[in-house]
Every structure is written in C-alpha cells, then in structure tokens.
C-alpha cells in the first residue's frame, strides 16, 4: 500500500524558514517523480514545485522560485521542500504527492499525503 | 501558464440526477503524437486529500464508479456524474498536465452538494 507521510509543518513567522519531509513507502520510490502541491485555508489546489525521479531536474511555481528548493534522497525514500523567506501568502496545507507514471514528469498525481499545514504569521 | 476556468462555481443536485461540471483550458491540452488529452479530474471530500478520477480526460481510474464519466477534447472538458449519491459530495477539480516545461495547474473547483 503507497503511503505518503509529510511532517515538519508548524507555525514560522514571515522571513522565517521551514523544511517539509515526505516520507514514502509502498513502491519504488526512484521510479517516480513527486511533488508538493499547497492549499490555503477555504481555497484551491495550487501547485508548488516537482523533482522528476532521478532527482536531475526541478520545476517551481513561479510565485516560489528563487525561495523554495525541492530535493530527495532516493536511498531514504524521501523527498524535502526547504521553504524559506516565508510569507503570509505561504499559508496553507502543503500535501506530497506522486506522479502515477515511472519515470515520467508530466503526470498526474495517483497518490496524495494527508498534509502538513505551514502557517507564516507574526 | 495554462489557465483552468471551470464552471459553475457550485452546483446543488437532487439525489439521482445528473451532474454536469465544466473544463475550460487558456489554450488547447491536446497533444497530437500521441493523440492524449493531458487532462485529469480530483475528487476531494471535506478534511481529505484529493483523489484522482480520470486521467487523460476520460480514463476512469481503479474503483471510480461508472457513474463518473469524463469526455471532451482540446479546450473543453465535462465531468459528469449520471445519478449523484450522497457520498459525491465533494469539490471537484480539473488538472492540466501538458505544459512543458513542467507546470501543471488546477480550475478552481467545483463544489457538489445534495439539494
């Protein structure tokens, strides 16, 4: 059963910094590209960056580019979103999640975390 | 970026009858070498994460109910729910993923409740 489990959520002040984990099980974690995907309080689905399988290539939403980095550790079945210069517009609940496709980058998502929620307040 | 705009914002069905949510594409997510739609729909149910529906625009994933069907083409897209359950109730999203580079994006959602 593909399980995902993020962690490291929590209250940061704006400026501040904050580093997501992702921790997968299930399958074969190397074969596939993951991604983060947030959601703000009441709103939509937004997504925020993805990292294909191998790790070589990274995409970003514009508005986090420059701020966040998306990386994995194939060996430790994990992936990490390091989130810094925090901003109140960064608030909400950041679900991992995994492209369906090995090997592929555009892909929809088949499997989602419960998700961690990222609040930036002062 | 490709802008998803899907309509209506919400909807409120008797129990039984259809339900019909729509899919607009900024520009067309049709790819031609493989003939595909790079289009998906999500399901997501209060305090859950989304579920996919359909892939490709219509390919109905593992243990979806028939009752969900997905179809169009290009820049339209309709999801339908042919006699709605009380366990449909849900916010309902469309996905492009055809943007290369990488970039997908969500419609803004579609909220299905029981009248």
């Known amino acids: 059963e593909v399980q995902l489990l993020e962690s490291g959520g929590g209250l940061v002040q704006p400026g501040g910094s904050l580093r997501l984990s992702c921790a997968a099980s299930g399958y074969t974690f190397s074969s596939y590209a993951m991604s983060w995907v947030r959601q703000a309080p009441g709103k939509g689905l937004e997504w925020v960056s993805t990292?294909?399988?191998?790790?070589?290539?990274?995409y970003y939403t514009d508005s986090v580019k420059g701020r966040f980095t998306i990386s994995r550790d194939n060996s430790q079945s994990t992936m990490y979103l390091q989130m810094n210069s925090l901003r109140a517009e960064d608030t909400a609940v950041y679900y991992c999640?995994?492209?369906?496709?090995?090997?592929?980058?555009?892909?929809?998502?088949?499997?989602w975390g419960q998700g961690t929620l990222v609040t930036v307040s002062s | 970026d490709i802008v998803m705009t899907q309509s209506p914002d919400s909807l409120a069905v008797s129990l039984g009858e259809r339900a019909t949510i729509n899919c607009k594409s900024s520009?067309?997510?049709?790819?031609?070498?493989?003939?595909?739609?790079?289009l998906a729909w999500y399901q997501q149910k209060p305090g859950q994460p989304p579920k996919l529906l359909f892939s490709w625009a219509s390919t109905r994933e593992s243990g979806v109910p028939d009752r969900f069907s997905g179809s169009g083409s290009g820049t339209d897209f309709t999801l339908t729910i042919s006699s709605l359950q009380a366990e449909d109730v849900a916010v309902y999203y469309c996905?492009?993923?055809?943007?290369?580079?990488?970039?997908?994006?969500f419609g803004g959602g579609t909220k299905v409740e029981i009248k």
């Open positions: 999640a995994k492209g369906s496709w090995e090997q592929l980058v555009r892909t929809p998502i088949d499997y």
């Open positions: 990292i294909r399988n191998s790790g070589d290539n990274t």
């Open positions: 520009q067309s997510v049709f790819y031609s070498s493989n003939n595909k739609n790079y």
């Open positions: 996905q492009q993923y055809y943007s290369n580079p990488h970039a997908p994006t």
